[in-house]
């Protein structure tokens, strides 16, 4: 395998509230026939899609128990502390649940967690290690300028 | 927020056997500090890293049991049936479960699930649908060409 990933999808349990969250962040949706039970966002090279949790247990062939035992998060890296502050008091009026406020990580940077509606965790963290390139992307490594 | 995600942290419960199995995809992890609790690989323009439950939970301010509450796949296309099916053969020989075997799917296209030593939720899909990128890059409307 590759080292990439294509397709992020979370499970959502009300398709139509999680998208109003999604677009509340200024997302666009890519367009597609009315009706369809998915909503795609293209990111960087890859796609995130949010999709009704008991369809993705069912399509994974695992049971919807067995598809909500794994734990992952996500990060969005931004490039200043404020830009951390202003996004989770965004998300918040979005009715995110701010899990972690705004603070110095251990790590040196400044970081903060909130849960969407679907209890999925992001991170919105300030990383002065490690640069973004011109459209945001990030490596590990820092090597974007 | 713009529309991207930074980094994917899977939560795993043996970060050297989740490493193992990520390696052995033929992932190259990127280099650091020996002993460093976390173990990144770059992908494109974003970073998928291993970390271990617990921190996972404590760092995002959330109970490991909430924190292991949320359904999330995460997709790895593909350009042909064959590769779907050699894909599936291989993570099998590093322990994966395979949760649905390789075949037709409903929306046109061919793929296959399995859940990697942690119960993360792979799909492995070939969608004849939408082309990938020279190295792989994967958007939903197939632009990619």
Redesign the interface.
């Known amino acids: 395998?590759?080292?990439?990933?294509?397709?992020?999808?979370?499970?959502v349990s009300d398709l139509q509230k999680a998208k109003a969250f999604y677009d509340g962040?200024?997302?666009?949706e890519?367009e597609q026939t009315a009706g369809e039970e998915i909503i795609?966002?293209?990111?960087?090279?890859?796609?995130?899609?949010l999709y009704p949790?008991d369809k993705?247990?069912e399509?994974?062939?695992?049971s919807?128990e067995?598809?909500?035992?794994?734990?992952?998060?996500?990060?969005?890296?931004v490039s200043s502390e404020s830009e951390v502050d202003e996004?989770i008091t965004?998300?918040k009026t979005l009715g995110a649940t701010i899990?972690?406020p705004p603070q110095k990580a251990f790590w040196g940077g400044y970081s903060a967690?909130f849960?969407d509606l679907?209890?999925?965790?992001w991170?919105v963290?300030c990383n002065p290690f490690s640069k973004?390139?011109p459209?945001?992307?990030?490596?590990?490594?820092g090597v974007n300028e």
Chains 1, 2 share one sequence.
Request: hydrophobic share 45%; with cysteine; proline share 0%.
């Open positions: 395998m590759d080292q990439r990933v294509s397709i992020i999808t979370l499970g962040l200024g997302w666009k890519v795609a966002y293209d990111l960087h090279a890859m796609t995130l899609t949790w993705l247990a399509d994974a062939g695992v919807s067995r598809a909500g035992s794994s734990a992952i998060t996500l990060a969005y890296n996004t965004h998300v899990t972690k967690c849960q679907d209890g999925h965790i991170e963290a973004l390139g459209k945001g992307e990030f490596q590990w490594l």
